[in-house]
């Protein structure tokens, strides 16, 4: 059984930076292909970024430019790092992962993994 584990939230001011990171355990992570999402108060959940088995990347709008999202096979480790934040990107923040090494499901929505989610707050 696949667990996910999101860990590096907090609370930063505008314009700061915060590095969120993803630990997988059991299942062949490399294979995957792993994403973040993030939801709101009183929002739906959103994609952010998604990272194929092949580490090729796609972007949410809002995040194009600020955040990357990259990824370390050899510690089953997913991270998205966030510049520039801003009021607007305070959301808990979760992890996922698709068997099926492809990036499509995930910017659908749609994932088999899912961690437990961490909290990002940007105070104005």
């Known amino acids: 059984q696949v667990q996910l584990v999101e860990s590096g939230g907090g609370l930063v001011q505008t314009g700061g930076s915060l590095r969120l990171s993803c630990a997988a355990s059991?299942?062949?992570?490399?294979?995957?292909?792993m994403g973040w999402f993030r939801q709101a108060p009183g929002k739906e959940r959103e994609f952010v970024a998604a990272?194929?088995?092949?580490?090729?990347?796609n972007y949410e709008d809002s995040a194009k430019g600020r955040f990357t999202i990259s990824r370390d096979n050899a510690k089953n480790t997913v991270f998205l790092q966030m510049n520039s934040l801003k009021p607007e990107d305070t959301a808990v923040y979760y992890c996922?992962?698709?068997?099926?090494?492809?990036?499509?499901?995930?910017?659908?929505?749609?994932?088999?993994?899912w961690g437990q989610g961490t909290q990002v707050t940007v105070s104005s």
């Open positions: 996922a992962g698709d068997r099926f090494g492809l990036m499509g499901r995930l910017r659908v929505g749609m994932a088999d993994y």
């Open positions: 059991g299942g062949t992570f490399s294979s995957y292909s």
């Open positions: 990272i194929s088995r092949n580490s090729n990347t």
